[in-house]
């Protein structure tokens, strides 16, 4: 087995290599960069996806009780009026004096400038929405805002869901998208950015029922983590205090992930109450209440909300699965120990040679099979072992060695990237095998002998 370097990863290796490999890369990276923007790269964007996907898959996908949506990022401006974002929804801002810094007052932990220990000016509330204008007159009547969360997009159409799925409390609306936010001070790379995305549950429930809710999804939305391979030991909840809800809480659990910058917030769960419907049926005028057939009685729902961050949880996913090991020859390796379910590249098909006599079955029919199913790379660049390494880099959980064997016995190779175990299978049932350990189910069963992986005989 390889042997693990009991070393935590840092931000600084994680951004090298996100941009070595194409997971990250530098906003306008050309014109010296923007700013805490950051692009998604070709390996990136696939593992963000799968992110995305694992996290509808659950969520929507998986459960009778709730549906998705994909509402507008530019809204009707009283909505975040009515939302209290207009008036609330600011951090306070504090200058040095000396080095002219910016710092958010409530990250200090004294009352001088943590760079140079200079006197800082009083805080002042900066409000963190960003502002744009529709239409060609830039005036106050077309100001509008780039949406600084989603939830308030799933408020807006509780109705409309409502009478047009029949789904009656307890249920939930799903969503998947952007959202930005001026933050005075952004940073530890894609950790706090101006635009980011987020994944959001509002679960809409008769009020009295939100207490048990609320403890279902803080054990549901920790689990999912778990389930993708996140080590227990790196996850931990914090019920936040009475003094720090935010002005509609009447409750909130964060979960936090021990990222290389220390433990941080990586999703909130809010009990929202009644606030937002309250606040929307109000200012609309709209009948926000559900009408309960059974009991003959109208209330407007409370509201339990899981809400994560994408791009936070792509990064904890990467800071995670990052180990450097020694292999069985002493070499060391990077490795990322994705599970296989968000690996950007699921299988890497690699024959041993260049030599056109594994051409055809290597690329033309093995290749050409398994990339109608899985995310694949085709690899035939110098020698194995460096391929090998490059595939355990960017965290391929599979490569299959296709050799001058295989043109007589019909069998390649399978190599498990966290053992690097090798196992050899029909081509015939390579795409099943594969089909169920990129799913999870065979993944550290690597038997020798007979079996080479579950529900299928040698
Ligand atoms: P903080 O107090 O750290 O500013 P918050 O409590 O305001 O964050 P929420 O409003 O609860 O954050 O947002 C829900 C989730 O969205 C967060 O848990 C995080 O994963 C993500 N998120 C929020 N702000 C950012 C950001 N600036 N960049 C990246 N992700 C973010």
Redesign the pocket.
Known sequence: MPKAIPEKVTMEKLVSLCKRRGFVFQSSEIYGGLGSCWDYGPLGVELKNNVKAAWWQANVRERDDMVGLDSAILMHPQIWKSSGHVDTFT?PLVDCKSCKQRFRADHLKGSTCPECGGELTEARMFNLMFKTFMGPVEDAAAQVYLRP?TAQGIFVNFQNVLTSTRKKPPFGIAQIGK?F?N?IT?GNF?????E?E?M?IEYFVKPGADGERFEHWVKERFNWYIRLGIKPENLRLRPHEKAEL?HYARGCT?IEYLFPIGW?????I?NRGDFDLTQHAKHSGQNLSYFEEQTKESYIPYVIEP???A???TLAFLADAYAEELDEKGDLRVVLHFHPKLAPIKVAVLPLSRKDTLMPLAHDRIYAELRQDFMVQYDDAQSIGKRYRRQDEIGTPFCVTIDFQSLEDNKVTIRDRDSQKQIRVPMSELKKCLGAKVAGEAFDVLPAGGQYCLGFDG
């Open positions: 951090d969360e959202a936010r933050e952004p894609t950790f706090r950015t101006r980011f987020q959001e935010a964060d941080s917030e990586l999703e909130g809010a809400s994560a961050g791009d936070r949880a």
